[in-house]
């Protein structure tokens, strides 16, 4: 496509020249007409083609109060007015040569004379050289044809410096329309502009007489390229070729319900470049050589959507019967043949790489980490196409473990889902360990059978809850008791240093035990056995003892859950101890949850070593 481009726009410029040449030996004389003046001819003309060359349109603000704009917010944006009355224009109109002076009322002021405004024009529009015109709340039923370009222009813009291009705001186009101000090195041409922004433009696939298709916009050497704030409908393509300008603009656009491709090409020698907040339709094609680090590109309006126009150009060129750029190859094209064609394939890498080189440039980490995700996705449809045609272990493999990638690090541009999913793992192999007994619960399965029998003891005796408690503690007491008695018996014998010392250890060893008893004393409520109690204490007294009992059995059930995480944990990270805590099928799984931590902690390690590097 570029090629292609670079091919016959020389020859049409060439052409335009030669037709041009001759009228333009000599000096031009121009006709002075008001705007009033001018669109009232057209509007009387009954020819069905308006054609006029060779003129300059002045504003006269004592006729031309119609194409007066006095509610532009901006030296380059027009305001829309409500109501405003419309007039029509019924020929096609032709105009070569014909230039239309803005004036401005001071420049501070933002008050900008000479816009035609509210007209509808019936038939095409074919502007030759017209070096300055702004359209504002237009309609072009037929669309525009601007080509700005020649030997003409050229002399107009040495007898008037300041002559502008071609800016349209807030108009309709139902037709195909083209841009095309061209300029080359050399022409010190620094004011030429082209504004197209706030417009709609409602696209058809008929055919354009050679640029493709509905909108074809092409600056080369101009100062602003700007296309903003526009909205497209419809079925058909734009095209958007931009060289050696002094600023390029392709931002906010909608293009989202459009039945086609944008195709922005040819992004070279420009200072100033903004391609942001697209919403592209179905596919872009995109060519480029090199950017700078100045430019503005935003991913997210290419991502899942990019075409290298390039190579989709050599690709469709192959077909005799079948044109290039036309779209029934788009959708095959980007579903298959960018991943079999191993050329095309190359050629698609190359420029996200150009994208990622850009991003990296400009330490725009989070779009550098989009591209990559991206050509690793194309590389993974890559390696699935190439097992499919050569299944084998290593095809098999490489496919896997980029499948792996994506799912659980997004191919190392995501540390934390690497840790999101070891924690789903944890949990789960903890579920498993929840219902098998192991070394580390030495109460396990019988827990909460034991504080059953320490509830039925407790109302089946003439004691407080805290005397159960201390009688189920006893073996622990009577071996901290024991202990006393020994270092007691011993204290003539030995230094009064291990009595200085052992009393406080005795006293720690019991504080759990009998802070414990001291507030279970506090709130036992029951005083003597069940079968005592009096018939109307019991409802409330049973309420209190159930809600005690369920708060005792959801402690148990924590610190059997707490248990069987700490146990997951441990065999997820691999640290083992020397032994496998558990027993049975378990034991087995926690050789594989093993392996599994050990693989998805080194992705997780290599995964923040490559971020923190980056």
Same mark, same amino acid.
């Given at each position: ?5 670079? !091919? ?12 041009? =040449? ?74 070569? +040569? ?44 037929? =669309? ?38 061209? *300029? ?52 058909? %393509? ?54 700078? @680090? ?20 050599? $690709? ?17 094209? /980007? ?9 095309? /394939? ?12 850009? $991003? ?41 473990? +980029? ?26 192999? @903890? ?21 059953? %029998? ?43 240093? *291990? ?7 005795? !006293? ?19 005083? =003597? ?34 248990? @069987? ?6 065999? *997820? ?20 949850? =093993? ?18 590097? +980056?």
């Amino acid at each position: 496509m570029v090629s292609f481009f670079r !091919k016959i726009l020389p020859c049409f410029l060439l052409v335009l020249g030669l037709s041009s =040449g001759p009228a333009f030996a000599q000096d031009i004389e121009y006709e002075e007409f008001s705007y009033s003046e001018f669109f009232q001819m057209m509007e009387d003309s009954k020819d069905s083609v308006f054609t006029y060359e060779n003129a300059i349109i002045s504003f006269n603000p004592e006729t031309d109060s119609a194409f007066i704009n006095d509610l532009n917010d901006g030296l380059f944006t027009y305001s829309i007015q409500k109501n405003a009355p419309q007039r029509t224009i019924k020929p096609e109109i032709r105009l070569t +040569n014909v230039h239309f002076f803005e004036q401005m009322e001071g420049f501070s002021d933002l008050i900008s004379n000479g816009v035609i405004q509210h007209y509808v024009f019936e038939k095409k529009v074919s502007l030759r050289h017209c070096g300055e015109i702004t359209f504002n709340q237009c309609t072009f039923k037929a =669309g525009i044809d601007a080509v700005a370009n020649g030997p003409g222009l050229q002399h107009a813009i040495k007898a008037y410096p300041d002559l502008d291009g071609i800016k349209i705001y807030n108009s309709t186009f139902y037709d195909a329309s083209r841009f095309f101000p061209s *300029f080359f090195p050399g022409d010190n041409i620094t004011t030429l502009i082209i504004v197209l922004r706030n417009n709609i433009f409602y696209l058809n696939d008929k055919e354009d007489e050679s640029f493709g298709r509905n909108v074809f916009i092409y600056g080369r050497g101009t100062f602003n390229n700007v296309f903003e704030d526009n909205q497209l409908y419809g079925k058909g %393509r734009i095209f958007f070729v931009s060289e050696n300008n002094q600023l390029t603009s392709f931002t906010n656009n909608q293009l989202d319900s459009v039945i086609a491709e944008v195709i922005i090409t040819d992004l070279i020698g420009i200072n100033q470049l903004t391609i942001t907040k697209n919403a592209f339709g179905p596919y872009v094609q995109l060519a480029i050589d090199e950017l700078s @680090a100045k430019y503005k590109i935003g991913w997210d309006q290419f991502a899942g959507k990019l075409i290298s126009n390039q190579d989709f150009g050599e $690709y469709g060129s192959r077909f005799e019967n079948i044109p290039f750029n036309d779209e029934n190859l788009l959708a095959p094209y /980007y579903d298959s043949i960018r991943v079999v064609d191993q050329e095309v /394939y190359r050629g698609e890498n190359a420029i996200r790489g150009i994208l990622y080189n850009h $991003y990296t440039a400009t330490f725009d980490h989070e779009n550098k980490n989009a591209v990559y995700v991206e050509i690793k996705n194309l590389e993974t449809e890559r390696l699935k196409y190439l097992y499919d045609t050569n299944p084998n272990f290593d095809n098999f493999f490489t496919l896997q473990i +980029n499948r792996f990638l994506k799912v659980f690090s997004l191919y190392g541009t995501r540390p934390a889902r690497a840790i999101i999913f070891s924690v789903y793992v944890i949990l789960a192999f @903890a579920l498993i360990y929840l219902f098998f007994p192991n070394s580390w619960d030495k109460h396990g399965k019988n827990r909460i059978m034991n504080r059953y %029998r320490f509830f039925t003891k407790y109302m089946n005796q003439d004691a407080g809850m805290h005397d159960v408690y201390l009688e189920e503690q006893q073996k622990e007491l009577l071996e901290a008791e024991d202990f006393k008695v020994y270092m007691q018996n011993a204290e003539k014998y030995i230094p009064r240093f *291990f009595i200085a010392t052992a009393m406080p250890l005795y !006293k720690w060893a019991v504080s759990g035990t009998r802070l414990s008893a001291s507030l279970l004393k506090r709130v036992d409520i029951m005083k =003597g056995t069940w079968q005592d109690l009096p018939t109307h204490q019991r409802f409330w007294k049973s309420v209190l003892l159930i809600g005690a009992f369920i708060i005792s059995v959801l402690y148990d059930l924590l610190i059997k859950i707490l248990n @069987a995480i700490m146990l997951s944990i441990n065999t *997820f990270t691999t640290l083992g101890f020397g032994e496998i805590p558990i027993k049975g099928l378990p034991r087995y799984l926690a050789i594989i949850q =093993g392996f599994i931590g050990w693989f998805m902690l080194t992705i997780f390690s290599v995964s923040l070593i490559s971020q923190l590097l +980056n």
